[in-house]
């Protein structure tokens, strides 16, 4: 071998491993970090003191309070969410995902994912804190408490 090819191949073969430890941090990296990225939600910062005068009263208008009748609604108790402690949600923004129900009485858990029927009554949505089951076009929802079980009924 002469000078001049033994001067080229210790640069090449340097450039080379340092491609190759390049590539290998690239895919470590790639295989670790997230694959979706962060969604940025702008917020209205400001606040202008004209949205807070009151420009009725300037002309003379006066400003009438609206009375509303406040509904009470009456919670039924419903034997087969009683019987029910929601344990889990695993939810996705699609809606999709799937659910941990234990029942008290025989202490069985049962994995339901969205679409599944259970007793009767078909998972129709998960959210990040409560299910909705339906059966009879009435909808029945189970909220996840560590405390206290919640649950009402919402009609179409």
């Given amino acids: ?12 073969f340097t450039l080379m491993f340092l491609f190759l430890v390049s590539y290998i941090l ?10 979706v990225g962060v969604d940025y939600i702008i917020e209205n910062r400001y606040r202008f003191a004209f949205r807070d ?11 009438t309070q609206i009375k509303t009748k406040q509904v009470v609604t009456k919670q039924k108790i419903y034997p087969f969410l009683s019987k029910l402690e929601l344990n889990a949600i695993y939810s996705k923004r699609n809606g999709l995902g799937w659910i941990v129900l234990k029942e008290k009485s025989t202490k ?24 909705i089951f339906v059966k ?19 009609k179409r």
């Fill in 1 to 12: 071998m002469n000078i001049n090819f033994n001067f080229v191949s210790k640069y090449v």
């Fill in 26 to 35: 690239n895919i470590i990296l790639f295989l670790i970090l997230p694959k």
């Fill in 53 to 63: 005068y009151d420009y009725l009263s300037t002309f003379g208008f006066k400003n």
């Fill in 108 to 131: 069985k858990s049962h994995i339901l994912a969205l679409n599944d029927s259970f007793k009767g009554y078909q998972l129709k949505k998960i959210d990040k804190l409560l299910v």
């Fill in 136 to 154: 009879d076009k009435i909808e029945y929802k189970l909220e996840i408490n560590k405390d206290k079980l919640k649950y009402k009924v919402m």
